[in-house]
């Protein structure tokens, strides 16, 4: 039988596990006991999901099946929290200078800061998802508000900045990331820097 954690080989004896919900039943307290979080488990090459996990869990083992887990440590969301803040704190400093940028023939560092904003709020709500797997995180929050709160009130303002962006409309551009993004990803930075 192979073991694999995170495309890692790893080697695990097995003491009274009879079955495959045995296996995974010592992994996931293993797993518990080391702040770590499973995220997808692949046996003989198939991803397990909610609806095959019974199935799986009553098959027997035998010596030629291949676990495959991906997991989280509650460090890893740590360290994504703490780069993400650094990360923030630049981006909000570079949506102070968008209207400049687009005002003087910059439209490269322009769209540069853009796409870089995207892409950051997109690693972070992935990142805070997996964080709720660890009971620290669960209650998350930004300017006093839940997570899930905070983004439902920011998601117009972004949704409004992309209208902008494709109509041209470089003054609603530069006033949505100067006076409404801006402020945001320093509260989510602040936010952010409490919890690594």
Not at 24 to 43: D, H, P, R, Y
Not at 79 to 87: H, Y
Not at 121 to 127: L, M, P
Request: hydrophobic content about 40%.
């Amino acid at each position: 039988m192979d073991f694999y954690i995170n495309d890692e080989k790893i080697d695990i004896t097995l003491e009274e596990e009879k079955t495959v919900g045995d296996v995974l039943k010592s992994f996931e307290i293993t797993c518990e006991e080391n702040e770590t979080a499973v995220i997808g488990i692949k046996i003989n090459g198939t991803q397990i999901t909610a609806e095959s996990f019974d199935g799986y869990a009553e098959k027997e083992l035998d010596d030629s099946m291949k676990f495959e887990f991906s997991i989280v440590t509650k460090q890893n969301i740590k360290d994504a929290f703490k780069n993400l803040a650094e990360l923030f704190i630049k981006l909000s400093e570079k949506m102070q200078t968008i209207s400049v940028e687009l005002q003087s023939g910059k439209a490269k560092e322009a769209n540069e800061s853009i796409l870089a904003l995207a892409d950051s709020i997109n690693e972070f709500c992935h990142v805070a998802t997996l964080a709720t797997l660890f009971q620290d995180y669960t209650e998350v929050k930004i300017e006093d508000k839940p997570f899930s709160e905070f983004f439902r009130d920011f998601s117009p303002v972004l949704s409004d900045f992309e209208s902008a962006l494709k109509n041209n409309d470089t003054v609603s551009v530069g006033d949505l990331a100067e006076y409404e993004i801006c402020p945001r990803l320093i509260s989510i930075a602040k936010a952010l820097e409490g919890l690594a």
